[in-house]
């Protein structure tokens, strides 16, 4: 039985800090935070990460989907995947209240293509000054070599599919909906977090997959020569 071949780096065809802007409309990017704490970085494990907010100009302005948080994490030698927001948000003292597995509908030129991801609901441990919970979602994939899953174990089992190849990598695209409305936050609830979610990935997803992902089947077989 032949061996797990050892992987080496796959980098990305380009950076996601060189993400075409104009490329995003009707979604403005109004700022792009990054993650100052190396400590977080390093468990991150990243290898280019983006962080960004996106406004959608087509939405009202008091809308629950007219701002986006945006984070996009890649992964050029997966050994592991470390992080979920499941367990990100748990351990910034956030209870979570809804798991499920959806179907987003994406439109790629015209052409439609069924894609999974997942949609959660958390919740705060602790009262907000009105003395009520705020609830929202948040909402991720995954791609791993040019395939497209919704959970960890998922994803695992789509790298497992290629240990003997040299080449593998997982990406993980991962946002979140909100507004400010009379100097409170506010989010939407599912059906429209999904719409809204179905919108950005029909642009976002073509443009990653385009400009950006690497095409793993065509670097292993340019190795296996």
Known sequence: MPKPIKKEPLPL????????????APYKVVSKP??????VI????????IQWILEDADAAVDSAVRNCSLFITYYDLPDRIPHVPEECYTGGG?????SDSVTFEINKQGIMEKIPGRYLVFASTNSNYWGMDTKFSVLYLFNV??????????????????IFSKYSYFSK???KFFNIRFGKPIYPGKE?????????LSIILPILEKEH???VREENAVNSK
Do not use: M
């Open 192 to 200: 429209e977090a999904i719409a809204a979610s179905q919108k950005l």
């Open 94 to 98: 956030h209870q979570r209240l809804t």
């Open 34 to 39: 990054k993650i100052s704490n190396q400590e």
């Open 213 to 215: 992902w690497p095409i």
């Open 173 to 175: 695209v991962e946002w």
């Open 13 to 24: 065809k380009k950076s996601l800090d060189l993400l075409d802007e104009k490329a995003l």
């Open 145 to 162: 070599n040019e395939s497209y899953a919704n959970s960890r174990e998922d994803a695992r089992f789509a790298l497992n599919k290629n």
């Open 42 to 49: 390093d468990s991150l494990g990243a290898q280019d990460y």
